[in-house]
């Protein structure tokens, strides 16, 4: 408790203070920019913390991760373009809701959603740390895949049109995601004798391509901005203290996608655009209207944006207690640590735990500080969107799609298949075939694959190797989860082709009127 | 435009395609590294067959709806992907002010004829935000974009 409020006090200085602003700002703006992920934020922040104290240059790195998660969702919401990865399940109601003129109310839900998922990460950080990190060492390949099986029943819930044609999609993003280099037998596949395709379709140059392209093709073809002209935030109608009263008047959602988010933050390699997926799926399948996700239904943004940011500092846990980062991000925290001759374990919360406690509260001040930032930077995006003509938009897009694209990893032949997939994307969504699917099997391909291998390879003398799959009792819940996610997603689509939930509607309204 | 398809047989023979191109170079593969793109590929046939099944018995949709101007599609489209073979002939900067300035000017087009004072008018505007990008790209992310036979 000492060291507690010791940290606090080092974090209430003007200082840090400022270090925090900046970080968020600075954060915001990175995760808005599609191409950007928080990754790169880091990455790029990096060299500036060489010369700060331990402290300062944590409570730097947090506030940037904190705020570029939380700026993803602001091009999600207003272009349909998710700025980092963790913002895919965003784009699903997001832009729904600006397109149907309430891009505040959107924006506000997400910069609430993202505030409390960011402080209840903390806490959870915080109490939870060392128990929680036990549970993750439990996590292996069987209970890894069964986590992506478990993710990948999101495709049911995305295909409200087809059920094989998200299917379809699925799998199809599976298959990307074995392109090159092979993770457990290190062997090449499917780059058809072009060396450059060993290194595999990167996650984000197919979210970018998936996501924006097609938007940018309907925009020029329509002759249309990313909002209806004239769209305005409509503040005066949806105040803040509004939206904040019907999300918390609602509090099972978000405290269901906290939950998920914490949970799937822990295990190593998940990461948030897993957590946002898995907490988008929940909340559509709990909800009194999932007809209505997808379509510009709030939960939806809350449950993606609460869990997203949950995860900032949830998956700071199996870092700051095992030294295993449960984030691509978390790698670069890792890096500074271990530079200031902090080592992850035990003294880092009691020999250093100063200044372990101000790096975490300084993520609670952080996640605070979004409200602020998040609804001014809000404005100012939402206004150059709404007033930049659609001639200036489709260009400057295009630009920084290809520019993110390419600082990526330096190579212009990602930027190639940013276009490649993003022209066939647009083909595909006019056969019924949804980007949402495929850009799912891609992130959890990989996870799944290297599970179900590496399962069946400890199995090869079992009689019946894929037993081992369901083994151990985590991964028989896991699998349960998985079978009751299908089941649930499944019944109401198979009752609705019997037409027997058209009966029990007419039977509602019929005893209510 | 409105064009007659049955998106069910489309997105099966699409997935048998895909399927069959990811099929023939397996035979290459080692078996550790085979084992789960095959169990997918024979997933991704079942479906493909399944949609062309119901293509033919119950289509859930027999026409497509290209919205907008199909030219103007294919215009930008080709567009992108002129933009992205030229950038390592006359280097990024170079390419992406013509392309910048030739996309605003044909997609301006559709509200009103685009005049050279008007294009005039836009050139600064352009150009600062080429070059923002371009110097913040450069010189701050420290990220080498192709330079072409120019700069």
């Known amino acids: 408790m000492d060291m507690l409020l010791e940290a606090l006090t080092s974090l209430l200085t003007f200082e840090s203070m400022l270090t925090v602003l900046i970080g968020v700002s600075a954060g915001l703006f990175i995760g808005a920019m599609p191409g950007l992920t928080a990754t790169m934020a880091l990455a790029m922040l990096l060299p500036f913390t060489f010369s700060m104290e331990a402290l300062q240059g944590l409570i730097a790195l947090g506030a940037v991760y904190m705020g570029s998660i939380y700026g993803g969702a602001f091009t999600a919401i207003l272009i349909n373009t998710p700025g980092t990865p963790s913002s895919i399940a965003t784009t699903f109601d997001g832009y729904p809701m600006a397109r149907q003129g309430r891009a505040y109310e959107a924006l506000a839900a997400a910069t609430i959603a993202s505030v409390v998922g960011g402080i209840v990460g903390v806490i959870f950080l915080l109490i939870l740390a060392p128990p929680l990190a036990r549970l993750a060492v439990a996590f292996g390949p069987s209970e890894m895949f069964w986590v992506a099986m478990l993710g990948l029943t999101l495709v049911a819930s995305l295909s409200s049109d087809s059920l094989l044609k998200g299917l379809l999609g699925g799998c199809i993003g599976i298959l990307l995601s074995t392109i090159g280099v092979s993770p457990v037998g290190g062997e090449s596949r499917f780059t058809f004798g072009y060396p450059p395709l060993q290194g595999g379709i990167e996650l984000i140059v197919a979210l970018i391509g998936l996501f924006v392209i097609p938007e940018l093709l309907t925009m020029s073809a329509e002759g249309r901005g990313a909002l209806p002209d004239g769209g305005e935030l409509r503040k005066k109608e949806v105040s803040i203290a509004k939206i904040a009263r019907r999300i918390f008047s609602k509090p099972a959602n978000l405290i269901r996608s906290c939950l998920i988010g914490q949970v799937i933050a822990i295990i190593p390699g998940a990461g948030g655009n897993v957590t946002s997926l898995v907490a988008y799926n929940e909340a559509r399948r709990f909800s009194k209207e999932p007809k209505s996700f997808g379509k510009g239904n709030v939960d939806g943004v809350v449950a993606s944006e609460s869990s997203n940011n949950v995860m900032v500092a949830g998956s700071m846990v199996p870092l700051l207690t095992l030294g295993i980062p449960g984030a691509p991000p978390d790698a670069i925290i890792l890096g500074v640590l271990l530079m200031h001759g902090l080592r992850p374990g035990l003294d880092l919360f009691t020999q250093s735990g100063v200044l372990t406690n101000g790096f975490i509260l300084s993520m609670g001040l952080a996640a605070l500080m979004l409200l602020p930032v998040g609804l001014l930077g809000g404005r100012v995006i939402h206004r150059v969107v709404i007033r930049t003509p659609y001639y200036f938009l489709v260009p400057s897009i295009a630009m920084v799609t290809i520019l993110g694209t390419f600082a990526l990893r330096n190579s212009m032949l990602d930027v190639g298949i940013m276009l490649l997939l993003g022209t066939a994307g647009y083909f595909l969504r006019l056969i019924g075939i949804q980007a949402a699917p495929i850009v799912l099997g891609l992130i959890l391909g990989g996870i799944a694959e290297q599970g179900y291998v590496q399962t069946l390879m400890a199995a090869v003398v079992d009689p019946i190797p894929w037993l081992r799959l369901v083994r151990n009792p985590l991964s028989m819940v896991l699998a349960g989860l998985v079978v009751l996610g299908a089941a649930t997603a499944l019944v109401p689509m198979w009752l609705a082709r019997k037409g027997l939930l058209d009966k029990v509607d007419d039977n509602d309204s019929g005893g209510s009127s | ?151």
């Open chain 2, 1 to 151: 435009m409105i064009l007659r398809l049955n998106t069910d047989i489309a997105s099966g023979v699409l997935g048998l395609v895909f399927g069959a191109v990811l099929w023939f170079p397996r035979g290459d593969i080692g078996r550790l590294s085979i084992i789960f793109p095959r169990a997918i590929l024979l997933i991704l046939a079942l479906i493909s067959i399944a949609l062309i099944v119901k293509g033919f018995i119950k289509p859930s949709g027999r026409q497509i709806e290209i919205t907008g101007s199909p030219r103007r599609l294919a215009t930008v489209m080709i567009g992108f992907f002129v933009w992205w073979g030229v950038v390592e002939i006359l280097g990024f900067l170079l390419t992406t002010l013509i392309a910048f300035f030739s996309l605003t000017w044909y997609l301006a087009r559709v509200e009103t004829a685009v005049t050279w004072q008007r294009m005039l008018k836009w050139t600064p505007v352009i150009l600062v935000l080429v070059g923002v990008f371009y110097l913040t790209f450069t010189e701050v992310l420290n990220v080498r974009l192709p330079s072409g036979m120019f700069f």
